[in-house]
Every structure is written in structure tokens, then in C-alpha cells.
């Protein structure tokens, strides 16, 4: 566990940057430090490792004062990972990894082994170990800083803005690998960036800061988008809040019983929209078949907008079903990928009014269960 207590950091031009921050970041999490930009969150992630002297108040790491540790040596035990990742240019990714272990004094081999360890946790292979920086892409450099920050095993990484130079599709990948590492690891991370949905989707715990260092809120990101604290942090996690929430509600919704079509089956003209799905059972998308029938192929198949896994938090099932053709959202085995039926937006809203009750199963309106008949259309 992390804890600032009172820390107070004022540069040696008048700059206040962080002032009076109290905080205890909880140990084996990834607590993230959001907020615009100049508002004293590299300084506070700084202060952790000693690369910047607090003015005043104090930093525990596991009740100990990081102030009565060597700074040198209290460095090396702290993952640190920066935005460009830092690589030295004329090293190989292998020889960048082993920096950290051949400065903690450990000898070649076991430095090797461990980078080597460290350069496959995140993803890369024995070949690109032997590349040079510029023979990867800047996702990839980012993951060899990762690598290097865990080579030394440390219970705690600080990351500071650290996918904010890649590209989104590489950053969300970036992301998931993150939170892979740290629940394969444990270990305790503190992260800064100044996107308010990076902070939401990766922190366990998220502190809202602004300027001057102050703290808005500390909170789980469902609290922060539930209950913000005031105006500052309510215009800071975004207008649609509300429907970023439902990203962390969980609801019971049972899936209503939906036939499928395989590919080359017939389908009655007039049956509705019908989930055509491959041989192997696996969903392909909907077949509008209100005024046509026949054989089903693949050019009668539209693809789905997105497709929900059983027991996701509200926001993926309703976005399943908003973003179907037949307004049926697919819900699939989060294991094999199968159809598990389907939900419609309105099951989600239900369940969602009925969630904070005790007994939530008043969910399951009857009256809209009669109806599924109606709506279901049998596989020929
Ligand atoms: N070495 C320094 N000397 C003087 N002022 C500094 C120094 N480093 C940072 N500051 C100032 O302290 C304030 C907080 O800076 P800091 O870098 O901690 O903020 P930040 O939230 O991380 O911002 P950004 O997202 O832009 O990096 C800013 O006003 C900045 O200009």
C-alpha cells in the first residue's frame, strides 16, 4: 500500500504542484491519477520513487518511509515506465530489458533469464529480442518498456502516461494486456494519464486531481461515474456518464431462447429477422427475412454491430441489442463463443431498474416472457 500523507510539493520557481495530498493507494491494484494537464500528477507519481523531493508531508510504501530509503536503491526495486518507453537506441530489446537486473548487481545469466522472462510476459518473442529498438513498431517499443519495468520483479510500477503515443486500437490492446499482467502478478500499480477513459477502464481506483494538485475525488471508477463530487469532476468524466456506468453494472439478465439458421437451410418467407450462425453453431449475423425466403446465404447475412458474452456488465448488453438489426442483441458462451440466446434493450433497462431491489428477479416481467413466442422464429 501506497500513502500520502499530507505531501506538498512546491518547485524552486514559486510553482505549487501538488498540495496537500492525502491518498492510500491499495496494495496489488492499479490505482490511476487522472486530470488535465499541469494539474501535478507526474510530480505526485515522481515523489513515489524519489525523482522529485516532496516539500513537505510524507510517502509511505508499506508503512516505511520512502524518505529514510536510499533513492538510488528504492529506484531499482520500482518498475518505472515513461511515454516513449525510453529505450536506449543502440541496444538490443534484450540488452535494454537487462538493464534493470545488471544495475541491481545480479550476474549475466540470471539477468538474461529474467529479461528473457519479462521480454515473453508481455508478449514478445525470442526473435524480436534480438531487434534493435527501430526494427519495432512504437506498440511494441512500449511493451519492451513494460518489460524492462517488470524484469526486476517489483511489487509496484509506476507508469506515467504510458500508451499516450500509440495508436487507439494498439493502446486498447495495450490496455488489456495491462490488466492481464498486473491479475497474473498482483502487482501494485500507479498509472497517470490525462484520459478520463483510459483511467475508467484500466484503474481499480481512480484519483480525479486538478489543478494546483488538489484532489477531486478518489473513488472507484463506478462511484466516480455514479456519485461525482462535485461540477469539476462531473464535467471531467464526460456527459454521457451515465451510459459509461452501465460499463460497471452488473445485472441478471437471462437470455431469451433464440433458433438459428444455419447457412443453406430454408427460411419461410415472412419468418422476421433470423441469426444465421456457421456450421460449428458460431453466430455469423441476421438475415432480414420479413419479405423474402429461400436457401440462407452468406449475402442475406448482415453482420452484427457487437455481440455480448454472458454475464457483461449492462452497457455490453445493451449495446448488443442497440446495435442489432433485429433489435436482439446476441449473447454468447463467454468459453466457446456459442449462441446462448438473445436480450433485448428493454430486458436490460428492466433489470436495471430492478437491480438495487433485494431479489432482483422481478426483472423477469411475465407479460414480456408470453410474448417471446411472437417474436421467435423457428428454425425450419
Ligand atoms: N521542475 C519544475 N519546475 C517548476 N515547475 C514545474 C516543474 N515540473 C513541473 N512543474 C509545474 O508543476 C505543475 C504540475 O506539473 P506536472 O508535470 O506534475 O503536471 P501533470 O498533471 O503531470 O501535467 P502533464 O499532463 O501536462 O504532464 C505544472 O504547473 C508544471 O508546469
Given at each position: 500500500m501506497i500513502r500520502f500523507d499530507s505531501v506538498t510539493k512546491t518547485y524552486a520557481d514559486g510553482t505549487t504542484a501538488v498540495e496537500d495530498l492525502s491518498l492510500e493507494m491499495p496494495r496489488g491494484q492499479i490505482t490511476v491519477l487522472v486530470g488535465p494537464s499541469g494539474c501535478g500528477k507526474t510530480t505526485s507519481?515522481?515523489?513515489?520513487?524519489?525523482?522529485?523531493?516532496?516539500?513537505?508531508?510524507?510517502i509511505l510504501i508499506?508503512?516505511?518511509?520512502?524518505?529514510?530509503?536510499?533513492?538510488?536503491?528504492?529506484?531499482?526495486?520500482?518498475?518505472?515506465?515513461?511515454?516513449?518507453?525510453?529505450l536506449f537506441p543502440h541496444r538490443t530489446v534484450l540488452a535494454n530489458v537487462m538493464t534493470v537486473p545488471r544495475l541491481l548487481g545480479w550476474d549475466r545469466a540470471r539477468s538474461?533469464?529474467?529479461?528473457?522472462?519479462?521480454?515473453?510476459?508481455?508478449?514478445?518473442?525470442?526473435?524480436?529480442?534480438?531487434?534493435?529498438p527501430s526494427q519495432l513498431s512504437g506498440g511494441q517499443q512500449q511493451r519492451v518498456g513494460v518489460a524492462r519495468?517488470?524484469?526486476?520483479?517489483?511489487?509496484?510500477?509506476?507508469?506515467?502516461?504510458?500508451?499516450?503515443?500509440?495508436?487507439p486500437i494498439v493502446r486498447a490492446e495495450l490496455q488489456d494486456e495491462l490488466r492481464r499482467l498486473q491479475d497474473e502478478l498482483g502487482i501494485t500499480v500507479v498509472l497517470v494519464t490525462h484520459d478520463i477513459d483510459e483511467a475508467l477502464t484500466l484503474g481499480d481506483m481512480v484519483a480525479v486531481m486538478r489543478y494546483g494538485g488538489h484532489?477531486?475525488?478518489f473513488a472507484t471508477p463506478a462511484d466516480l461515474l455514479a456519485r461525482p463530487a462535485d461540477d469539476f469532476v462531473a464535467s471531467f468524466v464526460g456527459k454521457d456518464r451515465g451510459y459509461r456506468a452501465l460499463g460497471f453494472a452488473d445485472v441478471q439478465v437471462t437470455p431469451r431462447h433464440e433458433s438459428t439458421v444455419r447457412l443453406g437451410e430454408a427460411v419461410p418467407a415472412g419468418s422476421g429477422w433470423v441469426l444465421a450462425v456457421d456450421d460449428t453453431g458460431m453466430p455469423l449475423g441476421w438475415a432480414d427475412a420479413r419479405s423474402w425466403g429461400g436457401p440462407l446465404t452468406e449475402d442475406r447475412v448482415r453482420r452484427f454491430g457487437s455481440v455480448a458474452r454472458r454475464g457483461d456488465s449492462a452497457r455490453n448488453l445493451l449495446d448488443a441489442a442497440l446495435s442489432s438489426p433485429s433489435g436482439r442483441g446476441v449473447v454468447v458462451d463467454e468459453d466457446d463463443g456459442g449462441v446462448v440466446g438473445t436480450v433485448l434493450a428493454?430486458?436490460?433497462?428492466?433489470?436495471?431498474?430492478?437491480?438495487?431491489?433485494?431479489?432482483?428477479?422481478?426483472?423477469?416481467?411475465?407479460?414480456?416472457?408470453?410474448?417471446?413466442?411472437?417474436?421467435?422464429?423457428?428454425?425450419?
Amino acid at each position: 500500500m501506497i500513502r500520502f500523507d499530507s505531501v506538498t510539493k512546491t518547485y524552486a520557481d514559486g510553482t505549487t504542484a501538488v498540495e496537500d495530498l492525502s491518498l492510500e493507494m491499495p496494495r496489488g491494484q492499479i490505482t490511476v491519477l487522472v486530470g488535465p494537464s499541469g494539474c501535478g500528477k507526474t510530480t505526485s507519481l515522481r515523489m513515489i520513487n524519489r525523482m522529485v523531493e516532496p516539500t513537505s508531508g510524507r510517502i509511505l510504501i508499506n508503512d516505511r518511509d520512502v524518505g529514510d530509503r536510499p533513492a538510488a536503491q528504492l529506484r531499482r526495486s520500482i518498475g518505472y515506465v515513461i511515454q516513449h518507453a525510453g529505450l536506449f537506441p543502440h541496444r538490443t530489446v534484450l540488452a535494454n530489458v537487462m538493464t534493470v537486473p545488471r544495475l541491481l548487481g545480479w550476474d549475466r545469466a540470471r539477468s538474461r533469464a529474467a529479461a528473457m522472462e519479462a521480454i515473453e510476459k508481455v508478449g514478445l518473442t525470442a526473435q524480436q529480442a534480438g531487434r534493435y529498438p527501430s526494427q519495432l513498431s512504437g506498440g511494441q517499443q512500449q511493451r519492451v518498456g513494460v518489460a524492462r519495468a517488470l524484469s526486476s520483479g517489483p511489487e509496484l510500477m509506476l507508469m506515467d502516461e504510458p500508451f499516450s503515443a500509440v495508436d487507439p486500437i494498439v493502446r486498447a490492446e495495450l490496455q488489456d494486456e495491462l490488466r492481464r499482467l498486473q491479475d497474473e502478478l498482483g502487482i501494485t500499480v500507479v498509472l497517470v494519464t490525462h484520459d478520463i477513459d483510459e483511467a475508467l477502464t484500466l484503474g481499480d481506483m481512480v484519483a480525479v486531481m486538478r489543478y494546483g494538485g488538489h484532489l477531486a475525488q478518489f473513488a472507484t471508477p463506478a462511484d466516480l461515474l455514479a456519485r461525482p463530487a462535485d461540477d469539476f469532476v462531473a464535467s471531467f468524466v464526460g456527459k454521457d456518464r451515465g451510459y459509461r456506468a452501465l460499463g460497471f453494472a452488473d445485472v441478471q439478465v437471462t437470455p431469451r431462447h433464440e433458433s438459428t439458421v444455419r447457412l443453406g437451410e430454408a427460411v419461410p418467407a415472412g419468418s422476421g429477422w433470423v441469426l444465421a450462425v456457421d456450421d460449428t453453431g458460431m453466430p455469423l449475423g441476421w438475415a432480414d427475412a420479413r419479405s423474402w425466403g429461400g436457401p440462407l446465404t452468406e449475402d442475406r447475412v448482415r453482420r452484427f454491430g457487437s455481440v455480448a458474452r454472458r454475464g457483461d456488465s449492462a452497457r455490453n448488453l445493451l449495446d448488443a441489442a442497440l446495435s442489432s438489426p433485429s433489435g436482439r442483441g446476441v449473447v454468447v458462451d463467454e468459453d466457446d463463443g456459442g449462441v446462448v440466446g438473445t436480450v433485448l434493450a428493454d430486458d436490460v433497462l428492466d433489470a436495471l431498474a430492478t437491480s438495487g431491489a433485494p431479489g432482483g428477479d422481478a426483472a423477469h416481467d411475465p407479460e414480456r416472457s408470453g410474448a417471446d413466442a411472437d417474436r421467435t422464429v423457428e428454425s425450419p
